[in-house]
């Protein structure tokens, strides 16, 4: 499956580096955007290099999720694909 990074988790004052919405495609609900937990995440990077992370929960009620990444996402991951497994 293909996904986009939409942005990271964030709130008024603070933004969690670890944690991004991803919409992924074919997904507009919430109910199937809960059938995603678990499922590994996998953002490409230009250099070649490889970030992994997991899909943790729904995220709003129109089919993103949320995943946590084992590391800090580059803002130039904002708006570039991923594949969810």
Known sequence: MKGVIVN???GRHTQY???MIIAVDGV????KASAL???K??????AGKEISG???SAHGAKGAVRAIFEKGMP???VGKAV???
């Open 83 to 85: 594949s969810v497994n």
């Open 37 to 39: 937990v678990g499922k």
């Open 17 to 19: 580096n670890d944690h």
């Open 41 to 46: 995440v996998t953002w490409k990077s230009p």
């Open 8 to 10: 990271f988790r964030r």
């Open 28 to 31: 507009e609900s919430k109910e």
């Open 54 to 56: 997991e899909i943790k």
């Open 75 to 77: 803002g130039q991951s």
